[in-house]
């Protein structure tokens, strides 16, 4: 038995040393390379929070249920045959070693163990099937001899555990030093005592021989398994939880910022231009692919793929991590090589449309958009990069203040005659709200309906608000979700200026992306007003009785169902007001098959609605063939830019004369009672 404890010290060495010095490598090129800062904020509460919800509870894994089910199985029989795994190398090592001491605590662990070592083998099997004979579309291409070895070390773990368990109740192992589990009642090993029922009982000397090479099979399987995590895709046993700890604490998918006093390399171009919080998103993954199954370009035939973004850029940095530590920090200039071409496509970055799918569906918390973006920063402000679109894009918001060719002398000429307050010209700062219009809005002429619906509703509510006229200029959003952060910037700060000079203390708009922008990109630079979507705006003033609405004749023959914007949903959780408001009309409604945190986008985010998409199915024709799956006669929507891409797509697809696309403002609008 010394011998056998020795040889046990020994593997335990030799496998912890290579797991320890694995993982230094690994963390060594997160400190290292990085030259891009990134700060979190310590919010003790909130991160005790999501480390109980999604790394002990796996909460996020249930947004696919089968798949999630398994998965967190797994990981609880993992957490709990951790007991026996301590236990069964401390008595190997020392026999007289009582790692938990004896009495009902201590059967009552190794009962959990009993039970979850059955689910975890259940598990093995199950994640088989979904590989190798369903064959689940996300897993196709990562099955190799990875995901296969990995399931062999688990069940083989499982599998020599009650082997050893059998021989335990057969009595084989009872004057056998270093022995676990001898003091746990039988009733207590349940699946055990089951197992042993079905194999003829252990006797002889041979029973002893084969308890020791099941013994020793059992731990050289663990010391495999130890040395084998860092090195391999199982690494996120280590990095996801720190990931999900360590999660921004801004809003989701913010981007980082770009200190232009300073900083002379803009966005991201080779592996330094990434934070260390990028490079553990890089650890964390577990290819587990449900970022790319729901990313809308990659469902309509484009070649994004968001995991094999975050597992391409992992490669290149375990490839040139080794060669920068061997040949000093001061050859960085020599070893490093930009990942936007041979690594990632200009392509795939430009399909991107910053919907958040993919940071929305990931169960270990990475950022896609934030490093697709710093790539496309990359091209535009090292490059001057952008497709011909976007460029023409740039120019018009700095000479027009918009997205078009546009007169910013008439961006109110809308409003003239409905009795609004157009600061611009009245100068009058005699206001309770602003409404922002946005550019749609303001220029296209099916979506400046929505803007007179907001307005008629308003002046129903009796509300005092002003719109800015030709002194609103673009949030930005369209150049900095392409990547150009200085032309966002200084249309941030001149919008900023002219809210201030109004004293600004309240906003509404109708669009998500000058919500979004407004809300959330402005507070960084200092705005603090309260911005406010028309969509939770209108839902209040139903609620507090300030309008009222009611159904039409023709609503009883309508079937209605809701587009999510991405830039409502899942950037900013607004999902139930506007259900809620055409809840007050119909009880005609039936949800598309991917609604709110799984909506599909409508191809227009991240600048793509001044954008050609030439490659597959155009996004916005497969989200209106959902709509018309469940035979859908009016489709709400909240947001300009989607009702852009879904008329476009009516129309387009032949729908135009059985479906109606409505804005809620429009649909509350045209609703309205005394």
Not at 109 to 138: C, E, G, M, S
Not at 344 to 367: F, G, K, N, R
Not at 545 to 561: H, P, R, V, Y
């Amino acid at each position: 038995m010394q011998l056998f404890s020795a040889l046990l010290i020994a593997g335990l060495a030799i496998s912890a040393a290579s797991f320890i010095y694995t993982l230094y490598s690994i963390f060594w090129n997160a400190v290292k390379i990085p030259e891009k800062p990134y700060r979190i904020k310590a919010s003790i509460g909130r991160r005790a929070y999501i480390t109980i919800r999604n790394v002990l509870l796996q909460g996020k894994l249930f947004k696919e249920r089968s798949g999630g089910i398994m998965h967190a199985l797994m990981f609880w029989g993992f957490i709990a045959f951790g007991a026996y795994s301590a236990t069964f190398f401390a008595r190997g090592i020392d026999p007289s070693f009582q790692l938990i001491p004896p009495g009902e605590i201590k059967n009552v662990i190794f009962l959990t163990v009993d039970v979850f070592a059955l689910v975890v083998l259940i598990d093995v099997f199950y994640a088989f099937l979904r590989r190798w004979v369903i064959k689940i579309p996300r897993y196709q291409g990562y099955n190799g001899f990875e995901a296969a070895f990995i399931l062999f070390l688990i069940a083989t773990l499982m599998i020599t555990y009650y082997a050893l368990g059998i021989l335990r109740i057969d009595g084989v192992s009872r004057n056998i030093p270093g022995a676990i589990m001898e003091s746990i009642p039988s009733s207590y090993t349940p699946v055990t005592v089951f197992f042993a029922g079905l194999f003829p009982k252990a006797t002889g000397p041979l029973s002893v021989d084969l308890y020791w090479t099941l013994y020793t099979i059992h731990a050289l399987d663990f010391l495999i398994f130890l040395v084998y995590i860092p090195r391999s895709k199982h690494l996120h046993l280590v990095a996801a939880p720190l990931n999900v700890i360590l999660s921004k604490d801004r809003q989701p998918a913010q981007l980082s910022t770009i200190d232009f006093d300073h900083e002379t390399r803009f966005g991201a171009t080779d592996i330094r231009d990434f934070s260390w919080k990028d490079y553990l998103d890089f650890y964390s993954c577990t290819e587990c692919g449900r970022c790319t199954f729901n990313c809308p370009a990659y469902l309509t035939g484009k070649t994004l793929s968001p995991r094999d973004i975050i597992w391409d850029l992992r490669e290149v940095v375990l490839a040139e991590g080794p060669e920068l530590r061997s040949k000093g920090m001061d050859h960085k200039d020599q070893i490093l090589k930009p990942v936007i071409g041979d690594t990632i496509s200009e392509t795939d970055l430009w399909s991107c449309t910053t919907c958040m799918a993919c940071v929305e569906q990931c169960p270990v918390m990475i950022d896609h958009v934030d490093k697709i973006v710093n790539m496309r920063r990359s091209l535009v402000l090292n490059q001057g990069k952008a497709p011909k679109g976007t460029l023409e894009t740039y120019n018009n918001m700095e000479m027009y203040g918009s997205p078009w060719v546009a007169d910013p002398s008439t961006r109110g000429d809308w409003a003239k005659d409905l009795g609004v307050n157009i600061l611009s010209e009245s100068g009058n700062d005699d206001f309770e709200i602003l409404y922002w219009v946005g550019c749609v809005s303001s220029y296209d002429r099916r979506n400046q309906e929505i803007a007179k619906s907001v307005v008629k509703i308003l002046q129903k509510a009796g509300i005092k608000f002003a719109i800015l006229g030709s002194e609103e200029k673009c949030t930005g959003d369209p150049a900095k979700r392409t990547g150009n952060e200085y032309l966002a910037e200084n249309l941030a700060r001149v919008n900023i200026d002219t809210l201030n000079k109004h004293k600004v203390h309240r906003v509404i708009t109708g669009c998500p992306h000058c919500f979004n922008s407004l809300k959330n990109d402005y507070s960084e630079m200092g705005f603090k007003a309260e911005v406010i979507h028309h969509t939770e705006f209108i839902n209040q003033l139903i609620s507090s009785g300030k309008i009222s609405i009611a159904a039409t004749q023709n609503d009883k023959e309508e079937k209605f169902t809701y587009h999510d914007s991405c830039y409502l949903g899942r950037y900013n959780k607004i999902y139930e007001p506007p259900r809620e408001i055409i809840g007050h009309v119909s009880d005609n409604y039936e949800e598309m098959s991917m609604n709110k945190s799984k909506g599909l986008c409508c191809g227009a985010g991240g600048g793509r609605l001044w954008m050609d998409e030439t490659v597959g199915t155009k996004i916005s024709h497969k989200r209106i063939g959902m709509a018309s799956d469940i035979n859908a006669s009016t489709v709400v929507t909240a947001c300009p830019y989607c009702m852009i891409m879904l008329d476009d797509a009516r129309r387009v697809t032949g729908l135009e004369d059985k479906m109606k696309l409505s804005d809620i403002s429009e649909f509350v609008a045209s609703r309205l009672t005394d």
